[in-house]
């Protein structure tokens, strides 16, 4: 067929919100490591507009679109590199676990590196 499997694209989500995230000043592996926090999904919606072709570049662009102290959602849009063609749209919703597995709260040192925008 020549196009991506649509399990892929939640991998582009995963890469978008890591990269987001770190750029914002904030690592997954620290949160982990030094707080005892995960990110855990608890929804995911993907809307396919475009099939991604083999060898298609993409560009995954990500933002929070919500953000509590327990919970932080994330919007994306997958677009082709060369033509700007919108591939996918989707959402993603999260809540922060402790060592424990139970839900708790993103630390106050934290928040405001996840904040809407």
């Given at each position: 067929?020549?196009?991506?499997?649509?399990?892929?694209?939640?991998?582009?989500?995963e890469?978008?919100?890591?990269?987001?995230?770190?750029?914002?000043?904030?690592?997954?592996?620290?949160?982990?490591?030094t707080?005892?926090?995960?990110?855990?999904?608890?929804?995911?919606?993907?809307?396919?507009?475009?099939?991604?072709?083999?060898?298609?570049?993409?560009?995954?662009?990500?933002?929070?679109?919500?953000?509590?102290?327990?919970?932080?959602?994330f919007?994306?849009e997958?677009?082709?590199?060369?033509?700007?063609?919108?591939?996918?749209?989707?959402?993603?919703?999260?809540?922060w676990?402790?060592?424990?597995?139970?839900?708790?709260?993103?630390?106050?040192?934290?928040?405001y590196?996840?904040?809407?925008?």
């Amino acid at each position: 067929m020549g196009v991506v499997h649509h399990a892929n694209y939640l991998v582009w989500l995963e890469i978008g919100r890591v990269e987001l995230v770190r750029s914002r000043g904030c690592n997954y592996k620290e949160l982990e490591q030094t707080e005892g926090l995960f990110l855990s999904v608890v929804d995911v919606n993907c809307r396919y507009h475009a099939p991604a072709r083999y060898d298609e570049e993409i560009i995954v662009q990500t933002e929070i679109v919500g953000a509590g102290s327990r919970v932080v959602e994330f919007g994306y849009e997958i677009r082709s590199a060369d033509s700007g063609r919108l591939l996918a749209k989707a959402t993603s919703r999260h809540v922060w676990l402790n060592r424990e597995w139970r839900a708790t709260q993103l630390p106050e040192k934290y928040r405001y590196l996840l904040q809407v925008g």
